[in-house]
């Protein structure tokens, strides 16, 4: 694959991610404006819609790649020393993998 392509991927990655992203925060910013507060009960019968449980994993994804194209961006950019670069990449992947992992849990526990 040409360089080209691997960077109109990665922006269009970018893209995508930051308006689901916005979308999904603007959809809850909304929902909790007009619902008001709730109590546990309807907390946990919200969380454990079908829809809801797709659209929280949707946007875990979304962000976690929407941060792994600017994480790696930035250590490819700024960092020359190929060593700390990878290292860098390898830390930054397993801390996104390893919040994501989690965050897919916590969707999990809510829904069952």
Known sequence: MSRHTYALRAWLIQRFS???LAGF????V???L???S????????????PAM????AGFVLALMLHGWVG?????LDYIPALGMRLL??????????ASGFWALRLLLLAAG
């Open 18 to 20: 930051a308006v689901y």
């Open 25 to 28: 925060l603007a959809y809850l």
């Open 30 to 32: 909304i929902h909790f």
């Open 34 to 36: 007009i619902q008001g």
């Open 38 to 49: 709730h109590g546990y009960a309807e907390w946990r019968a919200w969380l454990s819609h």
């Open 53 to 56: 449980g797709i659209a929280g």
């Open 71 to 75: 994480v790696r961006d930035i250590i």
């Open 88 to 97: 860098l990449l390898t830390l930054s992947g397993a801390l996104l993998a």
